[in-house]
């Protein structure tokens, strides 16, 4: 009786191995021999199951190995298939394929072996651009969800986007990649910036700086496709340089200031003021070149009506940088439009034109200048009598009124030169056209203000 029911539990035992067993071994066939991915994914959901249900003792090594390592096959090539009934057996394949890929490579590290070790080792490096890639595919439908003004559906595919630009950055980490891939974690917290998770975004920048991110990539245009592709590296970009596949092989600048500027706007829209006016403070110290971060420390001093700061932020700026005609731009906007020095304001924006005589916006502001200057000349001559005495004053000053005028001429065709269809260029250049007595050209110009604004 004993040995009738050891015999009985032995046949049992194999039973049980048995079952997944059949199935693996059918679902490497299929996929093997067959390149059946229908079939094989069938056998290999019933081995899963199977073994899902049971101790993972109780599986033998050698087939533990095949499931896992050809669980993550089979659906890779779910994933990659062009037929499209294929890819429609499983919405998840991808994420399938990338996490047994790895659970392949450590468990068979775990156990000294090699039944599939080096296989699934050497496809991992293939799946993760993947899943990064799918992340960037989504953000691409969220712009162009949008477009289309459906801002829900533009929330979902970025949700998504970060989903996977975090599942790469995990999995980028794990034996046998063991890289932390920066770059992920950055667009991950785009995301959260676009969807408005400033906390969220808050953490991702906060560690970024603390990880020292600098966000430099490489990139070169496809010979084949035309298209510009990021390398992984460096080494890859020289590689795939010397070997000709891609062409205008170029790095990109560094990222620093804009995490920066990212991570203090997330405070400010997460009402942690005094962190956004710090974060900025620390920025321009590291930057102070940086355009965006000028324009947000000026708006910090403007909003508490600290001209004179913004002024000496300015200066200190142009020490670093004398020939940048940004700078005195601004500079000359301050004093225009906050201080209401226009002497200091016309010295600026000289000095931003003696830079760079195209540059059309501190053209524009000159010209504003010389009619404000001409508009003076009204309140004098309306305080003039029609007595024979003051008629000769106020023709003296309608001249004097007229050659200032001319003055602004020049700097607004420079800017309606450089700048053509802008409306304000346009109605301040007829306005001069008038008061010089240019009647035809400034009639000549209504056509140009309707074509702009109807853009």
Do not use: C, W
Request: proline fraction near 2%; hydrophobic fraction near 35%; charged fraction near 30%.
């Amino acid at each position: 009786m004993k040995k009738i029911l050891i015999i009985a539990t032995t046949l049992l035992s194999f039973a049980i191995f048995a079952q997944e067993s059949t199935h693996i071994s059918s679902a490497i066939i299929a996929i093997d021999q067959r390149q059946d991915v229908k079939e094989a994914k069938e056998y290999i959901d019933n081995a899963h199951e199977i073994i899902q249900g049971k101790d993972a003792a109780s599986v033998s090594k050698k087939n533990m190995g095949k499931y896992l390592h050809y669980y993550a096959r089979i659906h890779m090539a779910i994933s990659q298939s062009k037929d499209e009934d294929i890819r429609a057996l499983d919405d998840e394949a991808l994420d399938k394929a990338l996490a047994y890929f790895f659970k392949s490579y450590a468990y068979e590290t775990s156990i000294k072996k090699n039944y599939f070790r080096d296989q699934s080792k050497n496809a991992i490096p293939g799946i993760l651009p993947l899943i990064t890639q799918r992340g960037a595919q989504f953000d691409q439908m969220a712009q162009m969800a949008i477009q289309q003004g459906n801002e829900e559906d533009a929330k979902m595919y970025r949700q998504k986007a970060y989903d996977d630009f975090m599942t790469a950055y995990a999995y980028a980490q794990k034996d046998p990649i063991n890289r932390i891939d920066t770059s992920l974690y950055y667009n991950a917290g785009l995301m959260m910036v676009s969807n408005q998770d400033y906390e969220t975004a808050i953490k991702h920048f906060e560690e970024l700086i603390d990880m020292g991110y600098k966000g430099i990539s490489f990139e070169g245009k496809n010979v084949e496709t035309g298209k510009f592709e990021i390398f992984p590296n460096e080494k890859t970009a020289k590689v795939s340089e010397e070997r000709g596949t891609h062409i205008e092989v170029r790095q990109s600048e560094p990222v620093t200031a804009e995490l920066y500027k990212m991570l203090a706007l997330s405070y400010r829209q997460f009402d942690q003021v005094e962190k956004y006016k710090e974060t900025i403070g620390k920025a321009r110290k590291l930057f102070p070149e940086n355009e965006e971060l000028i324009r947000e420390e000026l708006s910090i001093f403007l909003e508490n009506e600290e001209y004179e700061k913004a002024i000496a932020n300015i200066d200190a700026s142009l020490k670093n940088d004398p020939e940048n005609p940004l700078f005195l731009y601004i500079k000359g906007t301050l004093y225009y439009s906050n201080i209401k020095d226009f002497d200091k304001a016309k010295e600026a924006y000289a000095g931003a034109l003696e830079i760079d005589p195209e540059h059309a916006d501190a053209n524009y502001m000159m010209g504003v200048l010389y009619i404000d200057e001409a508009n003076k000349f009204v309140e004098k001559m309306n305080k003039l009598t029609t007595s024979a005495a003051d008629m000769k004053k106020y023709d003296k000053l309608k001249a004097e009124q007229k050659e200032v005028f001319k003055k602004a001429l020049p700097y607004f065709q420079k800017a309606n030169e450089v700048n053509p269809g802008d409306v304000d260029v346009l109605r301040a250049l007829q306005q001069v056209y008038f008061k010089t007595g240019s009647k035809e050209k400034a009639l000549a110009i209504d056509d140009e203000i309707e074509a702009a604004l109807s853009k």
